[in-house]
């Protein structure tokens, strides 16, 4: 690096080298947003759009859930980043899934439920999703759809569809989720009477419910957990 070059550039190496020694471990939030946005912004500093993102969205979850419009907004961010981002941000959720497959659902509740909160969770119209899972419980390769997007506050879910959805995958159990936009996660007498409904449809077939999420982005009910399945 030459003594004419700028400045930033011998900041992105220390970072980068900073990382490389120890990960993430002791990077203020804003230093963990620079690192990303070099990825996507070679020719310009980044301190001072991370800062702002950091200022307006909080956190890195924030950043990666905010709508590619917010992010475009913020200064020196340019088109390509907030694209970058939530490309990183599809990533980790992928990662996440496939982290589950093959493993054993019960085991580890918790790294599906993670999983769900991060693709589902931030959404601001109601989803449903199924999980579709082996003889052993364990989430098979590729095998979470989504079975219905609706508004703000429903999504109109049919058990059938269901139930069929499984059997063409050749399921053997199935674990549902949808989230709630206005970040209650306690279920509806909807929410309810949808999973006893799904529940007496996937019996006489020997499918198994093993449960039902709702999520937000900060937390997530269990009707299992609950005692309600």
């Keep these: 690096m030459t003594s004419d070059s700028p400045h930033y550039l011998g900041h992105r190496q220390r970072l980068r080298e900073r990382f490389t020694r120890s990960g993430i471990e002791g990077f203020a939030d804003y230093e963990i947003v620079e690192l990303l946005l070099t990825l996507a912004i070679p020719r310009s500093d980044v301190k001072e759009p991370a800062k702002a993102l ?127 936009p206005n970040g209650q996660v306690q279920p509806s007498e909807q929410d309810k009477l949808l999973t006893r409904a799904i529940v007496l449809a996937a019996e006489p077939l020997r499918l198994k419910i093993v449960d039902h999420l709702i999520v937000s982005v900060d937390a997530t009910f269990s009707f299992r957990k609950a005692g309600l399945l």
């Design 54 to 180: 950091i200022a307006r969205f909080g956190n890195l979850r924030g950043i990666l859930d905010a709508p590619n419009e917010e992010l475009s907004s913020v200064k020196g961010l340019g088109e390509v980043a907030p694209v970058a981002l939530k490309i990183i941000r599809a990533a980790a959720t992928l990662y996440l899934q496939q982290s589950c497959e093959g493993q054993d659902t019960l085991a580890d509740p918790t790294s599906i439920e993670t999983f769900w909160r991060m693709r589902i969770g931030a959404l601001k119209n109601e989803v449903f999703q199924v999980a579709y899972l082996d003889t052993a419980y364990r989430l098979v390769r590729d095998g979470v759809e989504t079975l219905e997007e609706g508004t703000v506050d429903r999504a109109t879910v049919y058990p059938r569809r269901v139930i069929e959805s499984a059997l063409r995958r050749g399921s053997a159990a199935l674990v549902l989720a949808h989230n709630h």
